[in-house]
């Protein structure tokens, strides 16, 4: 109950006070929203720039992926051709042998 008794009293003296002092306020919002205005700027500026690098990143992040595939890519088939050597090798031979 003391809470809404103090809640009632404060918004009467803001109603009060603000009707006294609307020059003053007028005026501290004059040079307040200025300085709102730059601080909003440089905070969308500072997100739009972290959103870039992350989506920078992001793509870095990609294309490593699409690199280490195409890495394993070839060494499987580097493994395959060295297979596919061996056996040509044990073809040869088994020719040479068979052949008087």
């Known amino acids: 109950m003391s809470l809404l008794i103090g809640g009632i009293v404060s918004v009467i003296l803001g109603v009060i006070g603000f009707s006294l002092w609307w020059i003053d306020f007028i005026m501290i ?4 929203i200025p300085i709102l ?3 909003g700027g440089v905070l969308a500026v500072y997100v739009g720039l972290d959103a870039m690098q992350d989506k920078i990143r992001e793509e870095r992040q990609k294309q490593d992926e699409k690199l280490e595939k195409a890495r394993q890519e070839i060494e499987q088939v580097k493994a395959q051709a060295d297979q596919y050597r061996e056996e040509i090798e044990k073809l040869r031979e088994q020719s040479k042998q068979n052949t008087p």
Request: zero cysteines; hydrophobic letters at 55%; a positive charge.
């Open 29 to 32: 919002l004059r040079g307040g």
């Open 37 to 39: 205005l730059i601080l």
